[in-house]
């Protein structure tokens, strides 16, 4: 499997890198039925919404190939994650490609518009990094790398290739811009460290920190930029992402930095009119780790207001958000 690509098939089964094992672990795990497919997206084997988009368009073709209806697999995959919305944009992608063909040609077809799904996400984030370096690439105090902070990850484990946030941070290293990143540790589920992996084996330098230091760093003007990626951009802008990326938008906004939501296409519901719409996965507590008998709650994603965002890098260039509903194709 290319080292920098999270899925791969040979047309009988799909082959992951397991993100729950990392960074201790670079192991993968082979999916070759609807559940298998199912239980990677809901345990988070696979996780960020491009890349859950893809392992659910393959998921619907290892259904079809074990006999399973089309319906009923698009209703298994649809139940994984409620936020990232191109999980849905995925299914009904191949519900569109697959619905009035002939029984025999469905599995055929479904490789097909999975590849297809595949292959697109990857090439729209290779745009975003080219398009998001325009941002990045500004005059500034000469003495000091760029300095750019980032939640969560979306690198390209969370894709299917490139990345989305750290796309433009990949495009800068390669053009000889120096540039440090701020990666945020991402409670309760340490998505930074995925982050920090990434960069590291990247040669990018990086300094991992405590989500709560993120407003300090600002203050002390220690942040030319933040980028992060996208579960859901709503028509008006709004944007659900990992919990704790409002936090950085607010305190973004009092400091001046600017805030750059990095997605491509896939990741705007043009049906969802207003952030307040967009569904929220509330995770196990157990994962935030506390004694039993503590009452915990954990929603995995906020919802950053459009006026908090300074513009979105998507595969067809820089939009702002008042814009982006002309991006409606
Ligand atoms: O719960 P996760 O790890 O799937 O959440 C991932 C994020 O919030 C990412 O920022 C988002 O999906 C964009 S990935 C390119």
Redesign the pocket.
Same mark, same amino acid.
Request: aromatic residues 4%; positive net charge; contains cysteine.
């Given at each position: 499997m290319d080292p920098l690509r999270t899925i791969a098939e040979d047309g009988a089964a799909v082959l992951v890198l397991d993100q729950t094992r990392l960074p201790a672990d670079e192991a993968h795990v082979r999916l070759g039925t609807l559940a298998e497919a199912a239980h990677a997206i809901r345990s988070?084997q696979v996780?960020?919404?491009?890349l859950?988009g893809a392992t659910a368009a393959y998921g619907v073709a290892l259904a079809l190939a074990e006999g399973r209806s089309l319906e009923e697999s698009l209703a298994v995959l649809a139940a994984t994650?409620p936020t *990232?919305v191109n999980l849905h944009w995925a299914l009904e992608r191949m519900r569109r490609a697959l619905s009035g063909l002939p029984e025999g040609g469905l599995t055929t077809a479904a490789w097909r518009e999975a590849r297809a799904i595949a292959a697109e996400d990857a090439a729209a984030n290779a745009a975003i990094g080219r398009h998001g370096l325009a941002l990045l690439d500004r005059p500034r105090d000469g003495r000091r790398p760029l300095q750019v902070m980032t939640?969560?990850?979306?690198g390209w484990l969370?894709?299917v290739a490139h990345?989305?946030?750290l796309a433009p941070i990949y495009a800068a290293k390669d053009s000889g811009l120096p540039v440090h990143v701020w990666v945020s540790e991402t409670r309760p589920?340490n998505?930074g460290l995925l982050t920090a992996w990434e960069l590291a084996r990247a040669g990018i330098t990086h300094t991992l920190v405590a989500d709560n230091a993120a407003g300090l760093l600002m203050m002390q003007g220690r942040v030319d930029c933040v980028i992060?990626? *996208?579960?859901r951009i709503a028509a008006n802008g709004d944007t659900a992402?990992?919990v704790g990326t409002y936090l950085k938008a607010l305190a973004a906004k009092a400091h001046g930095v600017p805030f750059y939501v990095a997605?491509p296409l896939s990741t705007v519901d043009f049906d969802c009119p207003a952030g307040d719409r967009i569904p929220i996965e509330e995770r196990d507590g157990a994962e935030l780790g506390a004694p039993p008998g503590v009452p915990v709650g954990n929603p995995?994603?906020d919802v950053t207001p459009a006026a908090l965002i300074a513009a979105f890098v998507t595969e067809r260039g820089i939009i702002s958000p008042s814009h982006l509903f002309r991006a409606k194709s």
């Open positions: 988070m996780r960020g919404a491009p859950i994650r *990232a939640h969560c990850n979306a969370a894709t990345g989305t946030a589920r998505q992060v990626g *996208a579960d992402n990992k997605a995995a994603f």
